[in-house]
């Protein structure tokens, strides 16, 4: 079962399923749409059909009412008739008929909104249009009111003519007998009722109904083709994902492997160099210093991109202990003071002679203390460099000072990108990766700390790292 869900979501995040799934989509929505508003037309085209009939009956008892009292006087009648039919633009005719037989075959109009038409015999069981010429047989034997829609093309019944340049509209024909006070059937009495205006509002609705539609439609594909791409940017963004998994990958090999190589070397140069492996020239001494001080630049290359690669696949070892900030500094200075020795710097602390212990990873504080001391006398060539401390309520703060070369704002702006180097005459003769300051800032913010720059180009940079106080301090 699992197999068969991992399978099907399997297909929905391929690329030919997702074009398949928004395939379906295009079709599927439309075509709900478009059944959704011809349900509802056709609910809605039902129940004015059934509403114009309801009228029509309506009208037909009332028109009984009002010629019933007429039937023996023809010409009352005909002035009755065509007063009704005058009365309300929706009326189309009005005729009165009367049998000529019982068996009710032929009938004969009396009177007739057609005039022309009075007179005229209309054969029930022949007539050119038997359905509603039949009604007139049915109504009359039946004793039954009976109400039919037709248009108007088909409308022949008593020969009325319509106008020409009618449209084919199409009207109610309603057709039932007429009894005397004395309940004696003594005509039948039909009207033609126009459904022009709802028919009208009909059509209007439906195309009203269209429009939304189209515009729905038109929407659901804008809608679909922005899912596409954003489709797209998802297969594009999760490639790149994987081509930077690739990339970590690759470095974080490439520096394991070269760390064994390195250490030997390092290790043998030194052995050869301090005369361990018998006496040398000093000229094979000074060859020696060169190799050694390039195998330690590898060396610290390495190292960076192991760093690196820890922190983005979140290796780096941050078991925290108490740690004494200034045996720390100390231990960085020391380390540090040949290289300040080389090119004439004081490298100081300046602060108070104890510190609170603070929670932090030893070894990696020390080296965040190692990457801004040493950037100091890296970048520093002449003055000093100093480490100052100041306690505050919740936090210390440890400044990392130099008079050196300083930079601007605009290089600062990046300063703690990967591989960002400042690239100007100060800085082309020294040798460095920019990666030591991306590496700094992400063990500090790990060990919940913070770190900011200020700098004056030309005068020099500090490097501000606040740590919180250990709760117990
Ligand atoms: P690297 O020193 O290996 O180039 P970093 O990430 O440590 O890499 O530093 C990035 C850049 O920031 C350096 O190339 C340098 O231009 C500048 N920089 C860092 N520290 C200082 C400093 N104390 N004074 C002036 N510039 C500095």
Do not use: C
């Not at 248009?151 to 039932?176: H, I, M």
């Not at 009894?179 to 205006?197: D, E, Y």
């Not at 070892?317 to 540090?336: A, R, W, Y």
Request: proline share 3%; charged share 20%.
């Amino acid at each position: 079962m699992n197999r068969f869900f991992r399978a099907i979501s399997g297909f929905f995040l391929s690329e030919r399923g997702q074009l398949a799934f928004a395939m379906l989509l295009l079709v599927l929505v439309p075509a709900t749409l478009v059944l959704n508003s011809l349900i509802a037309i056709q609910s809605a085209q039902r129940n004015m059909t059934l509403e114009l009939q309801r009228k029509s009956r309506l009208a037909e008892r009332i028109l009984q009412v009002t010629v019933k009292d007429f039937v023996g006087d023809a010409k009352k009648l005909q002035q009755v008739v065509v007063n009704v039919k005058n009365s309300d633009s929706e009326i189309w005719g009005v005729d009165v008929l009367t049998p000529t037989d019982a068996t009710a075959n032929t009938f004969t109009v009396v009177a007739s909104t057609e005039t022309k038409n009075v007179g005229q015999s209309v054969d029930a069981n022949t007539a050119q249009k038997p359905v509603l010429d039949y009604n007139l047989k049915i109504s009359w034997l039946q004793d039954q009111m009976i109400a039919s829609t037709t248009f108007s093309s088909d409308a022949s019944t008593v020969n009325q003519k319509f106008l020409p340049g009618d449209k084919n509209q199409r009207f109610w024909v309603v057709v039932s007998p007429l009894q005397n006070s004395s309940g004696v059937k003594t005509a039948l009495v039909s009207l033609k009722l126009s459904s022009q205006i709802i028919d009208d509002n009909t059509q209007a609705a439906v195309t009203r109904a269209i429009g939304v539609l189209v515009a729905s439609i038109l929407i659901i594909v804008l809608l679909l083709a922005a899912n596409t791409r954003l489709f797209q940017y998802t297969v594009l963004f999760r490639k790149l994902k994987e081509v930077d998994q690739m990339k970590d990958d690759f470095i974080s090999v490439a520096s394991h492997e070269l760390r064994t190589p390195i250490t030997g070397i390092r290790g043998y140069v030194s052995m050869v160099a301090d005369g361990s492996l018998g006496p040398i020239s000093p000229e094979t001494k000074k060859a020696l210093d060169v190799v050694a001080q390039s195998a330690e630049r590898l060396n610290g290359l390495v190292e960076d991109l192991l760093n690196v690669s820890r922190i983005e696949q979140g290796r780096l070892d941050l078991e925290l202990t108490q740690v004494d900030p200034l045996l720390v500094i100390n231990e960085v200075i020391t380390e540090l003071m040949p290289m300040a020795n080389d090119k004439h710097l004081e490298v100081a602390y300046k602060g108070p002679a104890t510190l609170p212990t603070l929670s932090l990873n030893h070894d990696r504080f020390k080296q965040v203390m190692v990457n801004l001391v040493g950037n100091g006398i890296k970048y520093t060539p002449k003055g000093s460099v100093h480490i100052e401390v100041d306690q505050q309520p919740k936090n210390i703060r440890l400044k990392v000072s130099d008079t050196g070369l300083g930079m601007s704002p605009a290089d600062m702006q990046r300063l703690f990108t990967k591989f960002y180097r400042i690239r100007n005459d100060g800085t082309k003769d020294i040798a460095g990766t920019g990666l030591g300051l991306w590496i700094t800032k992400e063990i500090i913010e790990r060990m919940k700390g913070t770190i900011e720059v200020e700098s004056i180009e030309g005068t020099g940079s500090q490097f501000i790292v606040t740590f919180p106080l250990s709760k117990k301090a």
